[in-house]
Structure formats: C-alpha cells, structure tokens
T-cell receptor
C-alpha cells in the first residue's frame, strides 16, 4: 500500500538530548512537509522540501533541523535548542505539479514528550 | 496576515442530526480552502477542496460552501453518525505561486462528538 510512515508513534526526550523523527513515503511525491500540532492551535509548518537536497524553513523552524538526501525520506531532528518540544508532529507529502499540489497526504503522527 | 478561526472548539450532537461546522478567515483573497478530518492520535485526511471561484463542493453526506466576501466557509454534515466523530480542520491557501504565501494557514479545528 502506498502511503506515509512515521516512526516512532511515541517518543520521549530527556533534557539536552536531540531526537530524530522518521518520515518515509512511497508515493513518489516531490514535496514533503513537517507540521507541529499543539492542543487548541492550528497546524504550524516547521520545514518543507520540494526537491531532494533542498528544503526551506517554515514558520517555526528554530530548534529543528531536517535533511532530504532521498526523495522518500524527510527526517526531522528536534534539537536541545527547542525548549518546548512537547507536541504532536505530522509529516505530509504532495505532488508538485500544478493541479495536483492540493493532494496532501499525512502520516499518522509522532507524539513527542519531555521526560 | 491571514488568520483562520473555527468556532466552536467542540460540538456534541445526537446521532441522526444534520450539523454545520464553521470556518472564518480574515483575508478574502484566497486561492482555495480545504476541509480535513483528523481521528484521535492520527494524521489528517482531506475531505473537500473548494477553489476560490467555486461556491460549494459535495461528497456523499458532506457539503462545503465558500463565501469569500464574508470570509466564511461551512461544512454541512447530513444525517450524522457516530463514525463522524473526529476533529474537523479547515485550511486556507492564498496563492498558487510556490512562494512564502503558498503554504496552508490552518484553523485549530472543531472536535465533533456524535452521541449514539
């Protein structure tokens, strides 16, 4: 089945620790996105990538880093500089061609909590 | 700056009722608006997409309308079922150009509970 796989489903971070959230897609989509979801707030864009080896900051990139070495993979690292990392993290992908960009597909999310 | 608001934050109705969810946006110059569904602890699924030139879109028991002049969209759910229980989010896109305004602006969602 085609789709987006996020892992792990739950992740705990100790103070001062960097953690990496995995996102893999087999939809052959060019664009991939990372969103942060907090209770009572809309989704906020952390980073996005439209092509391999290129990515752009979203609205709340501070304290996060990403890489896009392969089309299928877009891992997100939550660094120790992110002082309030507890949130639900969603990865998404979409085609890039005009007329198909609206087809946004989401993974099932990773809940990150601080110990 | 575009802001998207969804009121109420939560709604509980008996099974079988028709209901309306609201989405408001502050800047009427939008490219399109989407409605998504999110089940607890899960990702989002796109339900309906309305282009700025359209007034409404329908899919099964769902009907979404768009009134750009008033900055409002509604999602109408007919004959609600317990399986409709989820959080419903709307999101606005302001341009088709791949620039900083291309990204979606999200509402916080309405949590819907359908009581059997």
């Amino acid at each position: 089945d085609g789709g987006i796989t996020q892992s792990p489903k739950y992740l705990f971070r100790k103070e001062g620790q960097n953690v990496t959230l995995s996102c893999e897609q087999n939809l052959n989509h060019d664009a991939m996105y990372w969103y942060r979801q907090d209770p009572g707030q809309g989704l906020r864009l952390i980073y996005y990538s439209q092509i391999v080896n290129d990515f752009q900051k979203g609205d709340i990139a501070e304290g996060y880093s990403v890489s896009r070495e392969k089309k299928e993979s877009f891992p997100l690292t939550v660094t120790s500089a992110q002082k309030n990392p507890t949130a639900f993290y969603l990865c998404a992908s979409s085609p890039i061609e005009t007329g198909f960009r609206e087809k946004l597909f989401f993974g099932s999310g990773t809940q990150l909590s601080v110990l | 700056k575009q802001e998207v608001t969804q009121i109420p934050a939560a709604l509980s109705v008996p099974e079988g009722e028709n209901l309306v969810l609201n989405c408001s946006f502050t800047d009427s110059a939008i490219y399109n608006l989407q409605w998504f569904r999110q089940d607890p602890g899960k990702g989002l699924t796109s339900l309906l997409l309305i282009q700025s030139s359209q007034r409404e879109q329908t899919s099964g028991r769902l009907n979404a309308s768009l009134d750009k002049s008033s900055g409002r969209s509604t999602l109408y759910i007919a004959a609600s079922q317990p399986g409709d229980s989820a959080t419903y989010l709307c999101a606005v896109r302001q341009t088709d150009r791949m620039d900083s305004n291309y990204q979606l602006i999200w509402g916080a969602g309405t949590k819907l509970i359908i009581k059997p």
